[in-house]
């Protein structure tokens, strides 16, 4: 079992910056995949972001260029760097890993922009 713990939410002015964290604990394999992942109201939930072990990265295009995930191997921690966010982004973000085929969800952490 892996416990996920979102934090770092809040309200934002369109154009500002938010950065989210998410603390993992647990049976956590080496080669584990993170993510992020929002779900606005009404709407289905959608892939934002990924890394891997190793670091490397991909972007949903919604939000390439603007956000930046990042791991700390050693604290068990990932990041979501948000910045020029967009009222468009305001969602329930939630962090994921992918443990060796098992996906495990935190709780969700509501991010709002307002315009």
């Known amino acids: 079992q892996v416990q996920l713990v979102e934090s770092g939410g809040g309200l934002v002015q369109e154009g500002g910056s938010l950065r989210l964290s998410c603390a993992a604990s647990?049976?956590?394999?080496?080669?584990?995949?993170m993510e992020w992942h929002r779900q606005a109201p009404g709407n289905q939930r959608e892939f934002v972001a990924y890394?891997?072990?190793?670091?490397?990265?991909t972007y949903a295009a919604s939000v390439k260029g603007r956000f930046t995930i990042s791991r700390d191997n050693a604290k068990n921690m990932i990041y979501l760097q948000m910045n020029n966010l967009k009222p468009e982004d305001t969602a329930v973000y939630y962090c994921?890993?992918?443990?060796?085929?098992?996906?495990?969800w935190g709780q969700g952490t509501q991010v709002t922009v307002s315009s």
């Open positions: 994921a890993i992918n443990n060796r085929g098992s996906r495990y």
């Open positions: 890394i891997l072990s190793g670091g490397t990265t």
């Open positions: 647990g049976s956590i394999f080496s080669g584990n995949v």
